[in-house]
C-alpha cells in the first residue's frame, strides 16, 4: 500500500528519543502514550467547574504521576475513535481508528448497517512530526488494535466485516512489503471474543485472549450474542494461516477471566479478573514461564480489568485498572495505575472515578 505523508505539529517524545539500544540494561519509559478520557482544555476532569467543551485526547503523560505532558491530538480524529495504539520498536506511534457500524436499534449489537464504517492505521513520527498511512479499511469492514511487529516487516490487527463486526473478530497479518495477507480464526462461528493480537520478541508468534462462542446463540436481525465462554491465553503461529485458533493455551482461574496477556522478554504476563461476569473478585497480575507455567500471582486490588502495555525490550509492564465494586460495598470507582519490576507490581498513581481514566495505553 503507498504511504501519504503529511507534516503535523513538532510533538516531544522523550522516552522514545532517549530509549537504550534492547541489549542495553533496560530501565522502564519516562512517558507513555494512552487516550484520556473526559478533560477539558485546560486538561482538567470535566466534572471540576470545566471551562470548554469536554473531549477525550491522545496524550503523552508521566507513569510515575499521571500528569499530561503533551496533547498528541483530539478526539475524534477525523471522525473517528482510537481502536488502540502501539509503540513500534523504532519509537513511533501506530494509531488505529474505526468508527461504525450504524446501528438500526438500542440492543447490545445495534442491529448493524452494512457499508457504514470506516477504519484506518497511522503511523507517528512524534519527534519529526510526520504522519503517515499505513493500512484503510473498506466501508463494509473495520480494522482495529494493530500492532507492528517487531521486525517492522509485518502487522497483526483485528479484522471483521462491518455489519457482522460484534463478537466476530478475526485476525490478520499482512506483509508491509508484499501485502500477502494471513488469517487467523476467520472460519470461528459467531459469538466468540478476542483480544489485540501481541508479537512474541522473535516475530514468529502472535498471543491473545480467546473466549469460545458458549453456544452460538445469535439473532440476526438484532445482532446480539450470548456471552462466550471465559478466556484463554493463545500462543499461535503467525506463519501461516488457521481457520479457527491452533495452539497453546492456558485458563485463568476458575471463576475468572484473563483480561489482557502479553509475551514478555522471557515468558508472559496476565490480568486475571475474577468473580463472574460481574468481576467482583480479585484482580490480580499473573506471570507465566516460557511453557505458560505460572511463577507468580500477585493481587492488585478487587473489582476490576485493565489493559496491559510493555516497554520496547519487554521487560517491563504498565498495568492500568479501572476499579468499582458497585452498590454499598466500596468507595466510587477508581482508576490504578501500576508498573511492574521483575514481578513486583508497583502503585504509581490513582485517579477518582472515570475522568482522565488512560486507555489503549502504549509505552
Given at each position: 500500500?503507498?504511504?501519504?505523508?503529511?507534516?503535523?505539529?513538532?510533538?516531544?517524545?522523550?522516552?522514545?528519543?532517549?530509549?537504550?539500544?534492547?541489549?542495553?540494561?533496560?530501565?522502564?519509559?519516562?512517558?507513555?502514550?494512552?487516550?484520556?478520557?473526559?478533560?477539558?482544555?485546560?486538561?482538567?476532569?470535566?466534572?471540576?467547574?470545566?471551562?470548554?467543551?469536554?473531549?477525550?485526547?491522545?496524550?503523552?503523560?508521566?507513569?510515575?504521576?499521571?500528569?499530561?505532558?503533551?496533547?498528541?491530538?483530539?478526539?475524534?480524529?477525523?471522525?473517528?475513535?482510537?481502536?488502540?495504539?502501539?509503540?513500534?520498536?523504532?519509537?513511533?506511534?501506530?494509531?488505529?481508528?474505526?468508527?461504525?457500524?450504524?446501528?438500526?436499534?438500542?440492543?447490545?449489537?445495534?442491529?448493524?448497517?452494512?457499508?457504514t464504517c470506516r477504519s484506518r492505521v497511522l503511523e507517528l513520527d512524534l519527534v519529526r512530526g510526520t504522519t503517515k498511512s499505513i493500512l484503510r479499511g473498506g466501508d463494509d469492514e473495520l480494522i482495529a488494535a494493530a500492532e507492528p511487529s517487531p521486525t517492522g516487516?509485518?502487522?497483526?490487527?483485528?479484522?471483521?466485516?462491518?455489519?457482522?463486526?460484534?463478537?466476530?473478530?478475526?485476525?490478520?497479518?499482512?506483509?508491509?512489503?508484499?501485502?500477502?495477507?494471513?488469517?487467523?480464526?476467520?472460519?470461528?462461528?459467531?459469538?466468540?471474543?478476542?483480544?489485540?493480537?501481541?508479537?512474541?520478541?522473535?516475530?514468529?508468534?502472535?498471543?491473545?485472549?480467546?473466549?469460545?462462542?458458549?453456544?452460538?446463540?445469535?439473532?440476526?436481525?438484532?445482532?446480539?450474542?450470548?456471552?462466550?465462554?471465559?478466556?484463554?491465553?493463545?500462543?499461535?503461529?503467525?506463519?501461516?494461516?488457521?481457520?479457527?485458533?491452533?495452539?497453546?493455551?492456558?485458563?485463568?482461574?476458575?471463576?475468572?477471566?484473563?483480561?489482557?496477556?502479553?509475551?514478555?522478554?522471557?515468558?508472559?504476563?496476565?490480568?486475571?479478573?475474577?468473580?463472574?461476569?460481574?468481576?467482583?473478585?480479585?484482580?490480580?497480575?499473573?506471570?507465566?514461564?516460557?511453557?505458560?507455567?505460572?511463577?507468580?500471582?500477585?493481587?492488585?486490588?478487587?473489582?476490576?480489568s485493565g489493559e496491559v502495555s510493555l516497554d520496547r525490550a519487554m521487560q517491563h509492564a504498565l498495568i492500568t485498572t479501572y476499579q468499582y465494586c458497585g452498590g454499598l460495598r466500596t468507595a466510587d470507582p477508581i482508576t490504578r495505575v501500576f508498573v511492574e519490576k521483575?514481578?513486583?507490581?508497583?502503585?504509581?498513581?490513582?485517579?477518582?472515578?472515570?475522568?482522565?481514566?488512560?486507555?489503549?495505553?502504549?509505552?
Amino acid at each position: 500500500m503507498s504511504a501519504t505523508v503529511v507534516a503535523v505539529g513538532a510533538i516531544l517524545f522523550p522516552a522514545c528519543a532517549t530509549q537504550p539500544p534492547l541489549t542495553a540494561p533496560s530501565q522502564p519509559p519516562s512517558t507513555f502514550v494512552s487516550v484520556r478520557i473526559g478533560f477539558d482544555d485546560r486538561q482538567r476532569p470535566c466534572n471540576e467547574g470545566s471551562k470548554g467543551p469536554c473531549h477525550d485526547a491522545v496524550v503523552l503523560s508521566d507513569p510515575n504521576t499521571g500528569q499530561i505532558l503533551k496533547v498528541i491530538h483530539d478526539l475524534p480524529w477525523d471522525g473517528m475513535q482510537v481502536s488502540g495504539l502501539a509503540l513500534a520498536r523504532d519509537g513511533r506511534l501506530w494509531v488505529s481508528l474505526g468508527s461504525g457500524p450504524a446501528c438500526t436499534s438500542g440492543v447490545a449489537g445495534c442491529g448493524p448497517r452494512p457499508y457504514t464504517c470506516r477504519s484506518r492505521v497511522l503511523e507517528l513520527d512524534l519527534v519529526r512530526g510526520t504522519t503517515k498511512s499505513i493500512l484503510r479499511g473498506g466501508d463494509d469492514e473495520l480494522i482495529a488494535a494493530a500492532e507492528p511487529s517487531p521486525t517492522g516487516r509485518s502487522v497483526a490487527y483485528l479484522h471483521s466485516g462491518c455489519a457482522t463486526s460484534y463478537f466476530n473478530d478475526s485476525i490478520r497479518i499482512e506483509d508491509l512489503d508484499t501485502g500477502r495477507t494471513e488469517s487467523i480464526a476467520a472460519a470461528l462461528p459467531r459469538c466468540h471474543g478476542l483480544g489485540p493480537p501481541h508479537w512474541t520478541a522473535d516475530a514468529r508468534h502472535l498471543v491473545f485472549t480467546y473466549s469460545a462462542a458458549s453456544d452460538g446463540l445469535y439473532s440476526g436481525a438484532a445482532g446480539t450474542c450470548s456471552m462466550p465462554e471465559p478466556s484463554v491465553i493463545e500462543t499461535v503461529d503467525a506463519t501461516r494461516s488457521q481457520p479457527k485458533v491452533t495452539g497453546s493455551a492456558v485458563a485463568a482461574d476458575p471463576d475468572c477471566e484473563i483480561s489482557d496477556a502479553r509475551p514478555m522478554k522471557s515468558g508472559y504476563l496476565a490480568l486475571e479478573s475474577c468473580g463472574g461476569q460481574n468481576f467482583d473478585g480479585p484482580l490480580r497480575i499473573l506471570r507465566f514461564d516460557a511453557g505458560l507455567r505460572i511463577t507468580s500471582r500477585r493481587s492488585i486490588g478487587r473489582c476490576g480489568s485493565g489493559e496491559v502495555s510493555l516497554d520496547r525490550a519487554m521487560q517491563h509492564a504498565l498495568i492500568t485498572t479501572y476499579q468499582y465494586c458497585g452498590g454499598l460495598r466500596t468507595a466510587d470507582p477508581i482508576t490504578r495505575v501500576f508498573v511492574e519490576k521483575n514481578g513486583d507490581p508497583k502503585l504509581t498513581f490513582s485517579v477518582p472515578g472515570g475522568d482522565l481514566n488512560p486507555s489503549s495505553i502504549a509505552w
